[in-house]
């Protein structure tokens, strides 16, 4: 259940030409709308949150804002954000009880394996209080594969994100799909899903 250490490698040795990535105005919007749904001075978690860029734009927003990430050299990034409390940990070292209005996984469970999806979920809907929301983001399709660069990838097709939330105990709320390029530069098919515990 640790995180895949190829992935991780990668992502420390590319966290700045991750930062460069063009922003997505699907993006944006996904961001608006979730930060939207939560009360003001909300206590959220980015969970896997890359560079911190969705980190810094909820805590701009004035959102009680934490976030963690399994690869060093992202946690150094989000941490450039002076309101942003961030740690270092794998999705298997989180275990907070009722304590966010919101969990935001923007493309960080996609690295999980399938198996141990199911925990996670579990997980999150534990951390978060009642009535709280969750994001989620993957990419679509079937199977479990690896980029040109290496990273594990674990794809879903919405039908089975139904039965893996609804297993967790969330409530599915609403989704939208995009597609968008990614660091390795090929272009992917993705859900995002607005949820609630």
Same mark, same amino acid.
């Given at each position: 259940?640790?995180?895949?250490?190829?992935?991780?490698?990668?992502?420390?040795?590319? +966290?700045?030409?991750?930062?460069?990535?063009?922003?997505?105005?699907?993006?944006?919007?996904?961001?608006?709308?979730?930060?939207? =749904?939560?009360?003001?001075?909300?206590?959220?978690?980015?969970?896997?949150?890359?560079?911190?860029?969705?980190? +810094?734009?909820?805590?701009?927003?004035?959102?009680?804002?934490?976030?963690?990430?399994?690869?060093?050299?992202?946690?150094?990034?989000?941490?450039?954000?002076?309101?942003? =409390?961030? @740690?270092?940990?794998?999705?298997?070292?989180?275990?907070?009880?009722? *304590?966010?209005?919101?969990? @935001?996984?923007?493309?960080?469970?996609?690295?999980?394996?399938?198996?141990?999806?199911?925990?996670?979920?579990?997980?999150?809907?534990?951390?978060?209080?009642?009535?709280?929301? $969750?994001?989620?983001?993957?990419?679509?399709?079937?199977?479990?594969?690896?980029?040109?660069?290496?990273?594990?990838? =674990?794809?879903?097709?919405?039908?089975?994100?139904? =039965?893996?939330?609804?297993?967790?105990? $969330?409530? @599915?709320?609403?989704? $939208?799909?995009?597609?968008?390029?990614?660091?390795?530069?090929? *272009?992917?098919? @993705?859900?995002?899903?607005?949820?609630?515990?």
């Amino acid at each position: 259940m640790k995180p895949d250490s190829t992935t991780i490698d990668i992502y420390n040795s590319k +966290a700045e030409e991750y930062t460069q990535l063009s922003k997505d105005v699907d993006q944006d919007i996904r961001l608006e709308n979730f930060a939207n =749904t939560l009360p003001a001075k909300a206590r959220i978690l980015d969970y896997g949150c890359g560079p911190g860029t969705s980190a +810094a734009y909820f805590a701009d927003r004035g959102l009680v804002t934490h976030a963690f990430d399994a690869s060093q050299e992202m946690v150094k990034l989000a941490s450039r954000h002076p309101k942003v =409390t961030v @740690w270092q940990a794998g999705f298997h070292e989180f275990n907070k009880i009722d *304590t966010y209005d919101g969990v @935001w996984a923007s493309f960080s469970l996609l690295h999980a394996p399938r198996s141990d999806m199911n925990k996670l979920l579990l997980a999150i809907h534990k951390s978060l209080k009642a009535g709280g929301k $969750f994001c989620l983001s993957v990419k679509l399709g079937k199977g479990e594969a690896r980029d040109t660069l290496g990273r594990l990838y =674990t794809y879903y097709e919405q039908s089975e994100l139904e =039965t893996l939330l609804s297993a967790a105990n $969330f409530t @599915w709320e609403n989704h $939208f799909n995009g597609s968008g390029k990614g660091l390795d530069g090929s *272009t992917s098919r @993705w859900i995002s899903v607005f949820a609630h515990a």
